[in-house]
């Protein structure tokens, strides 16, 4: 039951304010018992509230700017835009349109793009079209070069690490500080470990869209305790705890193998937000059936429709972990795994001051971005 300080949207340490400065508080707020933890961070959402990222739209900023401002109420402060496999036309004319920032009262800050695919599995493409996707072949780095159009603003790339030459393109991203995840991939462990000594320090969506765990070769699963990890290097893992996409058994094993690696994402399509029905996702219709998400016309997952602070509420529950652990899956952890934990994901001092309030059962009351209060739900419940 601590107070927390803020100036210039940062978090203080007040014992420079009390003995150098002899200062005070100017504003006092009281919290009424709420729980402040550090804002969540999102590092694959592909759309949400009608907006698709991987459709080139000649409003596109206007969409991600509306995500941006509509995901505050989920206590997302921070994200990473999700494109899955697309045309190279398509990447050409939607990566100029992101561009890195802070967050502020417009929303939620933008970490840089995730592009997941084109250079994944066919046997597990999932939801991605199969007619978009391409291989290392020829020329490598060049061919990614050629299909983005530039990595200026990329985070992370997902990718199939078994895939022909995938070893210097995970070495070549990695020098450019863009995080490689492995996914959509029938990549065995030492292949995994392989990627992994090259640079690679995420899974996607671990479990969905790979081999499945076997017990003579687990598989990417087996990373999870792995021996061939270099020394001070971590493996961070997505999970989509929706309830769908995995059993909380399934969630129960993989955090308590690797506690420190899971890192929360919602991986949402255009349809969160909205009422079930037709929506779309990048070049595929999908169907909204209640929680589930299918390819229009299958019974294959696509992207999911729920919201970080749901994510939240259901790990805890499915793994009967403490709250504090809950809440660094989606905000240390993703902060971590970006290297950006100097900064965001912690209420250290000095570091970024973007916090939620949330009552003991972890709904999100109030969302603030350096400081700044940019969504409070108000007394009807909205």
Request: charge should be negative; proline fraction near 4%.
């Amino acid at each position: 039951r601590e107070d927390l300080w803020v100036r210039e949207g940062k978090i203080l340490n007040p014992e420079k304010l009390f003995f150098d400065e002899k200062g005070s508080a100017d504003v006092q707020l009281d919290c009424k018992g709420s729980i402040i933890a550090p804002g969540f961070i999102d590092v694959q959402i592909n759309g949400g509230f009608g907006v698709d990222f991987s459709l080139a739209t000649d409003d596109f900023k206007s969409g991600i700017d509306l995500v941006s401002q509509k995901i505050l109420s989920h206590g997302v402060t921070s994200f990473c835009p999700t494109l899955v496999t697309s045309p190279p036309s398509v990447y050409h004319q939607v990566l100029p349109q992101i561009s890195v920032r802070n967050g502020g009262a417009h929303g939620a800050g933008i970490l840089g793009a995730h592009l997941e695919g084109p250079f994944i599995s066919r046997e597990k493409k999932g939801a991605h079209p199969e007619h978009c996707l391409r291989t290392f072949e020829a020329g490598a780095f060049q061919d990614l070069l050629n299909t983005y159009g530039s990595l200026d603003c990329v985070r992370i790339v997902t990718l199939a690490p078994e895939m022909k030459r995938s070893s210097e393109v995970i070495r070549e991203l990695t020098k450019r500080g863009v995080c490689v995840s492995l996914g959509h991939s029938v990549a065995n462990l030492s292949q995994a470990e392989e990627a992994v000594q090259h640079g690679a320090t995420f899974i996607t969506h671990l479990f969905n869209a790979m081999l499945p765990f076997h017990h003579r070769d687990p598989g990417i699963v087996g990373l999870l305790t792995s021996d061939k990890i270099p020394a001070g290097r971590r493996v961070f893992y997505g999970m989509i705890s929706d309830g769908i996409h995995t059993n909380p058994a399934a969630l129960r094993i993989a955090h308590r193998a690797h506690p420190k690696g899971l890192v929360l994402v919602t991986d949402a399509i255009a349809g969160m937000g909205l009422a079930p029905g037709r929506h779309t996702l990048g070049q595929q219709v999908v169907e909204i059936d209640g929680l589930n998400t299918y390819i229009a016309g299958t019974k294959t997952l696509s992207g999911s429709v729920a919201t970080m602070d749901t994510c939240v509420r259901h790990f805890q529950e499915a793994t009967g972990c403490s709250i504090e652990t809950a809440l660094e899956a989606a905000s240390l952890h993703p902060a971590q795994l970006l290297g950006i934990e100097q900064n965001k994901g912690t209420l250290n001092y000095d570091s970024d001051a973007d916090f939620l309030m949330l009552n003991d059962k972890l709904y999100v009351q109030a969302t603030y971005i350096a400081g700044q209060e940019i969504w409070r739900q108000d007394a009807s419940g909205m």
